[in-house]
């Protein structure tokens, strides 16, 4: 099975100030295609997941350009440039390269300080 | 913008079937570009995907080995929705159930609201 490990697991920040999370999956994400199918999930309270961040970097649609994704491989971040009351909540990494295994880490929980 | 509407109960007994429908609008479960998918999510599991429907001139599904024996989903172009149907429920089964869309790239950019089901006798 691929395992998705996530760090930190909750990560109090100061509005204003950067925030990043680290994604670590236990064998390399790259498809025999060439793409790496690694996306980030944003969970608000109460709300359904939302797609942040496609193969790796790609921002969804409607994304603000406050948040990033990179890595390669194995190793994973997602960026949040300047945090804001609204990024509260929970993230996933998730992976889909090894279709039909699909696995998501367990979550990294935003918080203000 | 593609909206997915679930419904089903929240609450079934063990051994019994766990049903949920997602209505989809602005999109159609038949696309031939898109796939059409459940995932539940809980605090001992985490989120958990567990599989999808799809149309590319006849239907497919695919299923997370985890449940492969338990569940089915199911199209309904009549209504333009899927469901899903999960037997012999335990309470490990409880979750909240999402339906989301693949939009063609291994990835879920829509997803329904949620409904949380609990296995409870």
């Known amino acids: 099975d691929i395992v998705m490990t996530q760090t930190p697991l909750s990560s109090p920040v100061t509005l204003g100030q950067p925030a990043s999370i680290s994604c670590r999956s236990s064998q390399s994400l790259v498809h025999s295609n060439g793409n790496t199918f690694l996306s980030w999930l944003q969970v608000r309270p109460g709300q359904p997941p939302r797609l942040l961040i496609y193969r790796i970097s790609n921002r969804f649609s409607g994304v603000p350009d406050r948040f990033s994704g990179s890595g390669a491989g194995t190793d994973f971040t997602l960026m949040i440039s300047r945090v804001e009351a609204e990024d509260v909540g929970d993230y996933y990494c998730m992976q889909s390269t090894h279709f039909p295994q699909v696995t998501f880490g367990q979550g990294t929980r935003l918080e203000i300080k | 913008q593609v909206q997915l509407q679930q419904s089903g109960p929240g609450l079934v007994k063990p051994s019994q079937t766990l049903s949920l429908t997602c209505a989809i609008s602005?999109?159609?479960?038949?696309?031939?570009?898109?796939?059409w998918n459940w995932i539940r999510q809980s605090p001992s599991r985490g989120l958990e995907w567990l599989g999808r429907?799809?149309?590319?001139?006849?239907?497919?599904?695919e299923y997370a080995a985890s449940v492969e024996s338990r569940i089915t989903i199911n199209p309904d172009t009549s209504k333009n929705q899927f469901s899903l149907q999960l037997n012999s429920v335990t309470p490990d089964d409880t979750a909240v159930y999402y339906c989301?869309?693949?939009?063609?790239?291994?990835?879920?950019?829509?997803w329904g609201r949620g409904t949380l089901v609990t296995v409870s006798s």
């Open positions: 429907i799809y149309y590319r001139s006849k239907w497919y599904n």
């Open positions: 602005g999109d159609s479960v038949s696309s031939n570009s898109v796939a």
């Open positions: 989301a869309r693949d939009p063609g790239w291994l990835d879920f950019d829509y």
